[in-house]
C-alpha cells in the first residue's frame, strides 16, 4: 500500500459503563479509488488494567464493504489501528441487489449503481484486568464515512 492519503490519530478513555471518551463525531474522508486512511487509536487512562481485546474492532456494518480494503491490526495492548484502501469509489450495488444476495445464496450477477459515500461503523474492544476475562468493553460507533471527492455536491 502506498503512502496513506489521512494518518488520524485518537486519544481514546475506555469505560466500564457509559459512553468513552474521544471525539465522536464522525470522521469524513475524501477517498479516490486507490487512496488509503489510517486511523490510530490509543487507550489513554489513569485507571490500571486496560487494554484493546483481540484485534480491537468490532465492524458493525461495512456499507459497500466489497469497495474498501478493511483491516484492523492490534500494534499494542493500547493501540489499534484501522486501515481503509479505497478500490471501486464510484459504484455499488443497488439495495435490491444487497437484498437478493443475502436472501438467495445461489450465483448473482448484478449491474453496479452510481455511489457517492459509504459509511464504515465499528465499536472499539477493550478489556479490564480487574473484570471477569470474558469481559468486553465496546465503545460507542466512531463511525467513518467515506466521499468520493469527485462527487456531485
Do not use: C, H
Amino acid at each position: 500500500m502506498s503512502t496513506p492519503t489521512y494518518l488520524l490519530e485518537y486519544m481514546v478513555t475506555p469505560k466500564a459503563e457509559g459512553n468513552w471518551i474521544y471525539d465522536d463525531k464522525p470522521v469524513k474522508l475524501k477517498l479516490a479509488q486507490g487512496e488509503s486512511a489510517v486511523l490510530t487509536y490509543k487507550l489513554v487512562t489513569d485507571e490500571a488494567g486496560w487494554s484493546f481485546a483481540e484485534n480491537g474492532t468490532y465492524f458493525i456494518e461495512a456499507q459497500d464493504n466489497f469497495n474498501y480494503n478493511l483491516t484492523s491490526t492490534l500494534k499494542d495492548e493500547l493501540t489499534v489501528e484501522v486501515k481503509i484502501e479505497a478500490l471501486n469509489v464510484a459504484n455499488t450495488l443497488s439495495e435490491n441487489d444487497i437484498e437478493g444476495l443475502s436472501a438467495n445464496p445461489g450465483a448473482r450477477v448484478v449491474t453496479l449503481v452510481r455511489n457517492n459515500s459509504s459509511n464504515i461503523e465499528f465499536r472499539l474492544v477493550a478489556q479490564n484486568d480487574s473484570a471477569n476475562g470474558a469481559v468486553r468493553y465496546f465503545s460507542q460507533d466512531p463511525r467513518v464515512i467515506i466521499d468520493e471527492p469527485d462527487a456531485p455536491v
